[in-house]
């Protein structure tokens, strides 16, 4: 929104005209206090922050990339209260909430996940809500949440996460009696199947676990199959079985799915790879 851009535009032209290194500090140090100022939400010291260092050191890529990226998160936060459009603000929501959960920025993740579920009030809203509020350890309110869904709106995925949220404050009967009522479809994705590899993790259905978490890494992009191994081997579900053989083979396992190299544009007309592209099809 244009409002907004004259802010930052005006902002960032502040920013670069102050001072190089004001506090003594080498480039790397004004890097790393701009990273702890972004996990402290504190965005627009960290943008200052950022800037000091580019200043100190134009040359590196990394700091350059990271003060364009703290700009633009600054911007996606004031356009976030100021758009009507629900697509435009749905896009943007998303985009934050991604931004915040790869920072481990949980609380800021979870003031845009009771925005998105209030609006929108549906299975995955809860389940969002719910995955954020698990990390936070709130696993009272991730049960609540996903069991004022109702037994209409419930998917594979809410009650594998309900199962978890249940296990966590000890109801282990209840926990279990959820599980042993699911079974994943053949085309359940792979959040869901994450989740159901979780669940049967917490429940003690540990070879259950284990087969899901394989079939889980089996469908996930080879892109991200890093994110997912890194987050299986953190993940507090896993716990028991970090150690064991079984869990360190599941971590191996290779993905099957083929992917292109699509620029994910709106045609393929103007893509590098048109041509080249399984995606590209006609050539549209």
């Known amino acids: 929104m244009k409002p907004s851009s004259l802010l930052i535009g005006l902002m960032t032209a502040v920013v670069l005209i102050c001072p190089a290194i004001s506090r003594g500090e080498t480039a790397q140090q004004a890097f790393e206090r701009g990273d702890q100022l972004v996990a402290q939400s504190d965005f627009r010291e960290a943008l200052q922050a950022h800037a000091a260092a580019v200043r100190a050191d134009r040359s590196n890529q990394e700091y350059i990339q990271r003060f364009m990226l703290v700009r633009q998160i600054i911007l996606l936060r004031a356009n976030l209260d100021q758009e009507r459009d ?4 749905y896009r943007t929501a ?3 909430r991604s931004f915040y959960v790869s920072e481990g920025i949980y609380s800021e993740a979870l003031l845009v996940d009771k925005r998105l579920h209030a609006k929108m009030n549906s299975a995955s ?3 969002q809500l719910a995955e954020t509020q698990l990390a936070m350890g709130k696993n009272a309110d991730a049960a609540q949440v ?3 869904l109702g037994p209409s709106k419930g998917t594979a995925n809410t009650q594998a996460l309900l199962c978890i949220a249940l296990a966590k404050q000890g109801q282990t009967s209840e926990a279990r009696e959820i599980a042993a009522g699911i079974a994943p479809s053949d085309s359940a994705d792979t959040g869901t199947l994450y989740s159901l590899a979780r669940m049967h993790a917490v ?3 540990h070879d259950q676990a284990l087969s899901t978490l394989t ?3 089996e469908g996930v992009p080879p892109s991200r199959l890093d994110d997912f191994r890194s987050h299986a081997s953190e993940s507090p579900e896993f716990a028991a079985l970090a150690s064991t053989d079984g869990f360190a083979e599941a971590l191996e396992t290779k993905s099957k799915v083929v992917e292109s190299q699509c620029s994910a544009g709106s ?3 103007g893509c590098p790879m048109r041509g080249q592209c ?4 006609d050539g549209r």
């Open 267 to 269: 045609s393929c007309s």
């Open 94 to 96: 998303k985009s934050l």
């Open 146 to 148: 996903l069991e004022a």
């Open 278 to 281: 399984p995606s590209s099809g």
């Open 86 to 89: 629900f697509q435009r603000w």
């Open 125 to 127: 809203s809860a389940a």
């Open 203 to 205: 429940v003690g259905n």
């Open 215 to 217: 079939r889980c890494f």
